[in-house]
């Protein structure tokens, strides 16, 4: 069974004649975009600022394959799609991926699945924290230039799990184990934080400790920059308020709905129900009104946006708390709606690169794989931003981009003065591969 000679049974002739298929084709890769890859993290850097921050006990002598080797080598697999570190076996003969370390195709075999499973256990708390500095020392220098003010979206997404690792904790909602990590974006899509935590929602304290920590960090980049924080109902608590209002962070949060607010809307939800009892046509009537109030354990009143929606459920009602100045739906659609794109950027982040990969028994090796599959992201990332700004390229999905420009069938010819890979004639992505490796000399450092 493993004779490369042996043709795959079970194909139809073609023209006629016999079809033989056989795994003897020798020095060829289906992932050559992964060398467009390669340069989107040579510029990015990303491998680089996550070895730096573990502590190598190994004996320089004897090493093989460096941290930043190996990060890279990691990284790439899942941006390829080989979120499954076994699949190092078969990777680490590749061509394309030697390649993409820097090592010609007859070179030495990259890192085996072992060396991988061992570099995920090389962290320890320490260094995880400094991870999560140099991620957000990424996400500053991502910028061309410094922002006048950034929008951070916060939220938390369930990763269900299937064994004995640290942390798991059962959820009533899901109705099973698994951990609840919280990840923060940007407005744009730029990855910023993730931390691994039990399956539970997040208290007031909890939010508190790590949204001071990270403002910290940015604030070290730019002390002067503006930021917003938007996330949903669970984090509009009086403590990340109060912290808020403390470090000087704008703030629009889902305020949950509670008998105190809603005594402040009830009549506007009669006159919601009317107007749309009054237009049978009508597929939703929508109002918005603001006033101030809070809940007991709040130190201060707050501006409360309330949305009152009527259709053929029924009547809705949504609050969101804010300081914020402006009318009551610009905030609410233009500034609080927009809160959803940070539902697309988890996707893109967990199911195109499953992140909830965390199948390690210790805590510390699962949150070092939510840094590397933060890596992959930002390796698609960079690769999607390159693109032409009104193309459909720069709002593909990174499913479509591996798809389209990563999984490239190729030969790879290495000679004595230059290495050559023959690319299919017929690649829909010519021209497109060609535009984004011009512009990626041009992604911010």
């Known amino acids: 069974m493993d004779d490369l000679t042996l043709p795959l049974s079970g194909l139809s002739p073609v023209a006629g004649r016999p079809v033989k298929a056989c795994f003897d084709g020798g020095t060829l890769s289906s992932d050559a975009g992964v060398l467009v890859l390669r340069e989107v993290e040579g510029r990015l850097g990303v491998a680089e600022r996550l070895a730096r921050c573990l502590d190598d006990r190994r004996d320089p002598a004897l090493i093989t394959h460096s941290a930043s080797d190996m990060i890279r080598f990691r990284m790439l697999m899942i941006a390829a799609g080989y979120e499954d570190g076994n699949d190092a076996a078969s990777l680490r003969q590749d061509p394309v991926f030697k390649m993409a370390q820097g090592i010609a195709p007859s070179g030495r075999h990259l890192a085996s699945q072992p060396t991988i499973s061992r570099l995920e256990n090389m962290a320890d708390v320490r260094s995880l924290l400094r991870m999560a500095g140099a991620m957000v020392d990424l996400y500053c220098t991502s910028f061309r230039q410094v922002p006048q003010r950034i929008v951070l979206d916060m939220d938390d997404t369930f990763d269900a799990v299937h064994g004995g690792q640290q942390l798991r904790l059962f959820n009533a909602h899901h109705d099973e184990y698994g951990f609840q990590p919280i990840v923060v974006f940007d407005g744009e899509g730029r990855f910023v934080a993730a931390v691994l935590r039990p399956a539970r929602r997040p208290k007031g304290v909890e939010i508190r400790g790590h949204l001071r920590r990270l403002v910290r960090a940015i604030r070290t980049h730019w002390p002067r920059v503006e930021i917003l924080i938007r996330a949903d109902g669970h984090y509009g608590v009086p403590e990340v308020i109060d912290l808020c209002r403390t470090m000087d962070v704008r703030f629009i949060l889902g305020a949950p709905t509670s008998a105190r607010l809603r005594k402040h809307v009830v009549g506007l939800e009669a006159q919601v129900a009317a107007r749309y009892v009054a237009k049978p046509g009508t597929d939703k009537v929508r109002r918005f009104t603001d006033f101030y109030d809070g809940a007991g354990s709040w130190s201060r009143t707050e501006r409360i946006i309330a949305r009152v929606e009527t259709g053929p459920q029924g009547t809705d009602t949504r609050f969101i708390v804010t300081d914020l100045t402006g009318r009551s739906k610009a ?104 535009h984004v490796l011009g512009r990626i000399p041009r992604l911010a450092t």
Not at 356 to 369: E, K, M
Not at 379 to 386: E, I, K
């Open 331 to 434: 905030l609410y659609e233009k500034v609080y709606c927009r809160r959803g794109t940070a539902e697309n950027h988890i996707k893109a982040w967990k199911t195109h690169l499953a992140a909830d990969r965390t199948s390690c028994t210790r805590a510390v090796a699962n949150q070092f794989r939510l840094f590397l599959h933060a890596g992959a992201y930002w390796l698609l990332w960079g690769l999607r931003s390159a693109m032409p700004k009104r193309s459909a390229w720069r709002v593909a999905q990174f499913d479509t981009l591996r798809v389209r420009l990563i999984k490239i069938a190729a030969r790879v010819v290495e000679m004595r003065t230059q290495i050559r890979v023959h690319l299919p004639t017929a690649s829909p992505a010519q021209a497109i591969l060609r």
